[in-house]
């Protein structure tokens, strides 16, 4: 890894806001996902949750977003499934909604963990994260259509709590746990390496300060090995 990667890589990270995130709602096309996930990054959001309409779709789809390299997508066939996942981790639940309850977006306070529920396009968010959110939010809207694309407004609301995030110094300090940092140094500067860890079984190594590998001999043997070769030692 050069210097100038290991620097961007680092950089990026620095920024990661692990307690705010978006959730997807019956997912069904991989590209609508594949958008979501483009401008979490953009905005410095680490992970993504993606409710499939069906396990079959969860994984022909699942994986296709799982090649995105710098964000964790979390696949779920329940929404109940996905929301008590986040409650778990301390998020305000706020879902897109035009009820009479729902709120303009940007008078939500989104310096706390947060979690936005995106509903379907077509039919809007289900009844069980309705009932589960604790916010209805709604984009103000003064033209003919009463919504937007659902990855258009995912950005709308994102770039919000960006704003108000930036405002309160919460990009300013470095907030992704050492694992995880570690993870995405190994697999963004080494790639080939984690994906011959990956296929052979091997737990990721080191990265040094300097952006290099540090791991055991015996890890360097095994590397060299194929496949085949592998399986049969394992074995």
Not at 80 to 107: C, P
Request: hydrophobic share 40%; proline share 3%; aromatic share 6%.
């Amino acid at each position: 890894m050069t210097p100038e990667r290991l620097k961007r890589i680092n950089a990026m990270l620095d920024k990661r806001q692990p307690d705010l995130t978006v959730c997807m709602e019956g997912v069904h096309k991989s590209h609508n996902l594949a958008a979501v996930v483009r401008t979490a990054d953009a905005v410095g959001v680490s992970d993504v949750h993606a409710i499939w309409k069906s396990d079959e779709m969860e994984v022909r789809g699942g994986s296709a977003a799982g090649s995105q390299n710098w964000i964790d997508v979390h696949n779920y066939t329940t929404t109940k499934a996905a929301i008590d996942e986040l409650k778990k981790q301390g998020m305000q639940i706020l879902v897109t909604n035009l009820s009479d309850s729902a709120v303009d977006f940007r008078e939500i306070d989104y310096t706390k963990p947060t979690a936005i529920i995106l509903g379907q396009e077509k039919f809007g968010a289900s009844d069980v994260a309705l009932a589960m959110a604790d916010q209805d939010i709604v984009i103000p809207m003064v033209g003919m259509v009463q919504s937007l694309n659902v990855s258009v407004a995912s950005s709308v609301v994102l770039y919000e709590a960006q704003r108000q995030r930036q405002i309160a110094g919460m990009y300013d300090t470095a907030r992704i746990d050492d694992n995880r940092r570690q993870r995405f140094l190994f697999e963004g500067g080494h790639p080939i390496f984690a994906e011959a860890c990956k296929r052979k079984g091997l737990p990721y190594p080191v990265i040094d300060e300097e952006g290099q590998i540090i791991a055991s001999e015996p890890w360097w043997e095994q590397m060299q090995m194929t496949q085949a070769a592998w399986k049969a030692l394992d074995n």
